[in-house]
T-cell receptor
Framework: DSGVTQTPKHLITATGQRVTLRCSPR?????VYWYQQSLDQGLQFLIQ???????AKGNILERFSAQQFPDLHSELNLSSLELGDSALYFC????????????FGPGTRLTVL | AQSVTQPDIHITVSEGASLELRCNYS??????LFWYVQSPGQGLQLLLK??????LVQGIKGFEAEFKRSQSSFNLRKPSVHWSDAAEYFC??????????FGKGTRLHILP
């Protein structure tokens, strides 16, 4: 158990819909990272937040957005969903910077029908 | 552009045999390098990381990796694999703006 929790574990929805994925980091970790893992694209870094502020941005679509709240939990919002958004979405947390060990949550599997 | 290449999609080794998983990266500056393991249905777990200093890095579960700047490589090794090592292994490079780029992964199969 990494100490990072993600809800829900599974999500099935339809094209055009909007969903929210939630992540609670390990106690004491200020950084949260979001990743997308799919068969086509592999593991892709989406975005990083540090103590409530966006710090780094990767291959995140404009339809996707994230935020980190004062209690440090984070949410990833996916809107206007397409079939190709079906993937496993991971959250990871670390103390601070990229040099710190990232601890991954178990992931949320999103299926868009 | 920064990239990570893991040339082997699948590797099969016998239990007790030695293992080497290859990783090559493309990045202009000194990279931060990582190896992660993902067991079926699980999230990723960090095996080891390299930032500077000794180019031979020891990790968890008996793994080690060697950074070779001249070859832009960071290969993962284990002297004797166990059935529980069957998993997918990802090499990753951290770049200056706090992004991490992952390779496509190598799936390791263990023969009894």
């Amino acid at each position: 158990d990494s100490g990072v929790t993600q809800t829900p574990k599974h999500l099935i929805t339809a094209t055009g819909q909007r969903v929210t994925l939630r992540c609670s980091p390990r106690s004491g970790d200020l950084s949260v990272y979001w990743y997308q893992q799919s068969l086509d694209q592999g593991l892709q870094f989406l975005i990083q937040y540090y103590n409530g502020e966006e710090r780094a941005k990767g291959n995140i679509l404009e339809r996707f957005s994230a935020q980190q709240f004062p209690d440090l939990h984070s949410e990833l919002n996916l809107s206007s969903l397409e079939l190709g958004d079906s993937a496993l979405y991971f959250c990871a947390s670390s103390v601070d910077a990229i040099t710190d060990t990232q601890y991954f949550g178990p992931g949320t599997r999103l299926t868009v029908l | 552009a920064q990239s990570v290449t893991q040339p082997d999609i699948h590797i099969t080794v016998s239990e007790g045999a030695s293992l080497e998983l290859r990783c090559n990266y493309s990045y202009g500056a000194t990279p931060y390098l990582f190896w992660y393991v993902q067991s079926p249905g699980q999230g990723l777990q960090l095996l080891l990381k390299y930032f500077s200093g000794d180019t031979l890095v020891q990790g968890i579960k008996g793994f080690e990796a060697e950074f070779k700047r001249s070859q832009s490589s960071f290969n993962l090794r284990k002297p004797s694999v166990h059935w529980s090592d069957a998993a997918e292994y990802f090499c990753a490079v951290g770049v200056s703006d706090d992004k991490i780029i992952f390779g496509k992964g190598t799936r390791l199969h263990i023969l009894p």
